[in-house]
């Protein structure tokens, strides 16, 4: 960077102090990420999300184009960041076509589950749903401790356990009884705890057995499965959205054709979608939650 950009730097921190953050200081952010990386490597190194970067940068029409300006601590960040020689050791390549960048930073962003588990701090409610496969959650130990590690430290967090169940007199197809007894147990295990007596409330089942709620809630394959996180306004400022809503995935990793190798990946909904999909499968949700007693 030359002197013409620091010097640009320091005018955008400056901008960062007052009430307001208009279209020319967005623009001014922009033209200095640009020299630094991509959206998604610049988020990253200010330990934000590429949303929250993308807010910050994106020009406002009309009456909307004043906001509060990001947080300076992030802008001296950047400051420091690029001090320090951060931004100078990635790969230098051919720059990429800004048209080819947006559509690569809009594509799903795919997540292991300890990945999305750790996005899951600062969550008011935790909805975990299986059709039929077992909830991974509640079947390995290692997740079964992260589990009861993170509920004690969200005070505030209910996690609910959604699965298909039959109804009376009916039988449950074999596969779909996977999620109910993977649940089953882990909920035996943490009843036995006495340390985890105090919290035993926050941890609720929501069984559904109309075809119509599976239908309403896109769990109608025994593989498929959700994941989703409503966040506090804590959460909001760390994450930059309000909810965050994942769909495991299975890949056959196996080198050889004959043999079967299965790994899931979850993949992140964009925060708009995300949001899309909590608001079309609320009302179900809501509804199952009366059966059982819960309100919200």
């Known amino acids: ?19 307001l953050w208009g279209n ?16 998604t490597e610049v988020a990253q190194a200010l330990g934000i999300s590429a949303q929250s970067l993308f807010r910050w940068e994106k020009e406002e029409e009309g009456g909307r184009e004043f906001r509060p300006p990001p947080p300076e601590r992030q802008l001296r960040k950047l400051k420091d960041l690029i001090a320090s020689g951060h931004f100078d050791e990635k790969p230098k390549g051919e720059l990429v076509e800004e048209g080819r960048a947006n559509i690569f930073e809009v594509m799903m962003r795919t997540r292991t589950t300890q990945e999305v ?3 899951s701090a600062f969550c008011e409610r935790a909805w975990i749903m299986r059709t039929g496969r077992p909830f991974v959650i509640a079947s390995d130990p290692r997740m079964v401790d992260f589990l009861i590690k993170f509920i004690r430290g969200q005070s505030a967090a209910t996690i609910f356990f959604v699965y298909r169940d039959a109804k009376e007199g009916q ?12 649940y089953e147990g882990f909920r035996a ?14 941890i609720k089942a929501v069984p559904f057995c109309d075809e119509t709620d599976a239908q309403m809630l896109g769990l109608t394959d025994f593989w498929t499965s959700f994941c989703m996180c409503e966040y506090s306004p804590e959460g909001f400022d760390k994450y930059g959205r ?33 949001m899309i999909w909590r608001d079309n499968r609320w009302p179900v949700l809501k509804k199952l939650l009366k059966a059982i007693d819960v309100s919200i």
């Open 1 to 19: 960077m030359d002197s013409k950009d620091l010097l640009l730097l320091d005018k955008i921190i400056a901008a960062g102090k007052n009430d």
């Open 24 to 39: 020319a200081e967005r623009a001014d952010l922009k033209k200095l990420r640009v020299k630094l990386g991509s959206p």
């Open 117 to 119: 588990l750790e996005q």
């Open 171 to 182: 039988e449950l197809e074999s596969f779909f009884r996977q999620a109910k007894a993977s």
């Open 189 to 202: 295990q943490i009843d036995a705890r006495d340390d985890c007596k105090f919290f035993l409330d926050r």
């Open 242 to 274: 309000s909810v965050n809503v994942w769909q495991e995935f299975l890949f056959d990793t196996a080198p050889s054709p004959y043999v079967e190798q299965k790994k899931p990946v979850w993949l992140e909904l964009p925060a708009q979608e995300a």
